[in-house]
C-alpha cells in the first residue's frame, strides 16, 4: 500500500471562488460571514493531490454509467483484521469512484441479524462535512462501519470515548481519521488565525483545536491544503497517545491511519 512521503503542500490545489477564499482583515461584526464563507467549503480544481491511495487502484478499471447491485455478502463474512479491513475500504472506494457501487448489506437478511448484534470491522472518524458520508465514500452498508463525526475531526472527549468504545468494547480492528480536500472547519481556523477574530463559543473551539497543525510555511490555499492533511496527523497522534488505544496498538489488536479524501476524484489517500 502506497502512502505520501511528505505533507502535501498543495501546490494550488485549494484555489477557490473569491466568494469562498479566508478574510484576512474583516471587521469583528462580520465575523458570522468569515464562518460562512469559511465553512461553505466548495469543490475546488485539483492539482498535485494524487498521492499514495489504497491497493485496488492498481486493478483495471471498468466504468459503468450505472451500478450493477451485487448481492449482499453475510454479515459475517467480514474483515477481522486491520489488513483486511484496509483492503474492504479499499476496494469499497475504487467502486464508489467508478459508480459501480453495490450498497451491501441492507437487504432483510441483513437487518434481522442486525438487530441482536453488531460487528462493525472498522471505525471511521471523519468530518461532519454532507459531502463525505464514510458509508457512501467506502460503499459500505448496515453494520459494517462505526462512524464518529465532528468538524474537522476535532476531538474532544465524547468523541474519544465514541472511538474508544469501538476499538475496546467492539473489538474494531482498524481506525481511519478522514480528513477531506477543502474541509470548511480548517478553512475557518486558517483565516481566523490569520485575522485574530473570535468566533462563536462552540465554533471557537474547534477552531482553537485545529490551530496546532496549521501549517505557517506557506500561504493562501497551500496552507490550508497542508493543514488538511497536518490535522489528520495531528488527531491520529491524539489517539495513539491515548494510554488504552496505545496497548491495543502495542498488542497489535488495532491498527490507526490517517487518509484524506479528495472531493473533485472521490478517491482516499493514506497518509503517512
Known amino acids: ?149 465532528s468538524a474537522g475531526e476535532v476531538l474532544d472527549q465524547s468523541v474519544l470515548g465514541s472511538v474508544k468504545y469501538g476499538v475496546l468494547e467492539l473489538d474494531i480492528p482498524l481506525v481511519v481519521v478522514l480528513g477531506h480536500q477543502s474541509c470548511g472547519a480548517v478553512k475557518a481556523a486558517v483565516a481566523v488565525d490569520e485575522s485574530g477574530e473570535e468566533l462563536p463559543s462552540g465554533i471557537q473551539f474547534i477552531a482553537d483545536e485545529i490551530a496546532p497543525a496549521i501549517d505557517h510555511s506557506v500561504t493562501g490555499d497551500a496552507r490550508v491544503a497542508a493543514t488538511i492533511d497536518a490535522n489528520v496527523r495531528l488527531v491520529r497522534s491524539k489517539l495513539t497517545a491515548d494510554p488504552d488505544l496505545a496497548a491495543k496498538l502495542k498488542a497489535r489488536k488495532v491498527a490507526i491511519v490517517g487518509a484524506r479524501y479528495d472531493l473533485t476524484t472521490q478517491r482516499v489517500h493514506l497518509l503517512k
Open 1 to 149: 500500500m502506497n502512502s505520501d512521503a511528505e505533507p502535501n503542500r498543495g501546490n494550488g490545489a485549494e484555489a477557490t471562488d473569491s466568494a469562498d477564499a479566508p478574510i484576512s482583515h474583516a471587521k469583528p461584526r462580520g465575523r458570522r460571514s468569515l464562518l460562512r464563507a469559511a465553512l461553505a467549503g466548495s469543490a475546488v480544481l485539483g492539482g498535485g493531490l494524487a498521492i499514495g491511495a489504497f491497493p485496488a487502484d492498481a486493478e483495471p478499471v471498468t466504468r459503468k454509467t450505472r451500478a450493477t447491485p451485487a448481492a449482499a455478502p453475510s454479515v459475517g463474512a467480514r474483515p477481522t483484521t486491520a489488513e483486511e479491513a484496509l483492503t474492504a475500504l479499499s476496494k469499497g472506494n475504487r467502486r464508489w469512484r467508478t459508480f459501480n457501487e453495490r450498497h451491501p448489506d441492507e437487504d432483510a437478511t441483513v437487518r434481522k441479524a442486525l438487530t441482536t448484534s453488531q460487528h462493525p470491522f472498522a471505525l471511521i472518524l471523519g468530518c461532519i462535512d454532507s459531502r463525505v458520508p464514510p458509508e457512501l465514500v467506502f460503499d459500505q452498508g448496515l453494520g459494517d462501519l462505526m462512524t464518529v463525526r
